[in-house]
């Protein structure tokens, strides 16, 4: 059993754990501030087990009107490919299907995880801004070892 469920407070020692299993080093550098991060999101929801054993978190950016960003979406790797990231994603396009924009950033295809998350995405209707005449810009990452 997955249970799906906003959170509000976050243990270090569980996000690093979680964090940690799919090898995102530079948010496991800084775990203190990856809870003050999700402490000031819009929405941060988790997937557990019937235990209470963290499986998987996404939280948001948003304003409840107009855009949603998702910001992080991550299942602990060693239950990947057992439907809890489209449980968690399906329950964000819920929550804000009356925002215009409902947007996040992933790596490009090209990168090793690419290929992996573009399928996970286009699996749950989500498109390139490109394929809708849309572009995304950024300031370059300073450092993309740290946050
Ligand atoms: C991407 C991620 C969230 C997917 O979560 P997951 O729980 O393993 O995915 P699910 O089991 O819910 O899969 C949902 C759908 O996507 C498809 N999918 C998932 N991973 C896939 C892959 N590597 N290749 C092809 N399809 C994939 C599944 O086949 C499934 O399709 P279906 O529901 O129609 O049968 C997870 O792999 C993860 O945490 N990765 C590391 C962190 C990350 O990169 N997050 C996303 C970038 S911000």
């Known amino acids: 059993m997955v249970i799906i469920a906003q959170e509000t407070s976050f243990d270090e020692a569980e996000m690093l ?6 090898g995102w080093h530079p948010w ?6 990856v809870c003050r991060s999700l402490a000031n999101s819009h929405l941060v929801i988790t997937a557990r087990d019937e235990t209470g054993k963290l499986l ?4 948001t950016v948003s304003d409840d ?3 949603c960003y998702v910001q992080e979406l991550l299942v602990n790797a060693q239950h ?6 489209r449980r968690l994603l399906e329950h964000l396009k819920d929550r804000y299907a009356h925002c215009r924009y409902f947007v996040l950033t992933t790596d490009h295809e090209s990168a090793p995880e690419g290929p ?4 996970f995405y286009r ?16 300031l370059r990452v300073r450092d993309p070892r740290s946050l």
């Open 28 to 33: 496991t550098r800084d775990v203190a501030r």
């Open 116 to 119: 992996a998350n573009h399928a």
């Open 56 to 59: 998987g978190l996404a939280r």
């Open 80 to 85: 990947h490919g057992k439907g809890i990231g």
């Open 123 to 138: 699996r749950l209707d989500l498109i390139e801004h490109h394929e809708q005449g849309l572009s995304a810009f950024g």
């Open 65 to 67: 009107e107009i855009v």
């Open 17 to 22: 754990e979680l964090y940690d299993s799919v």
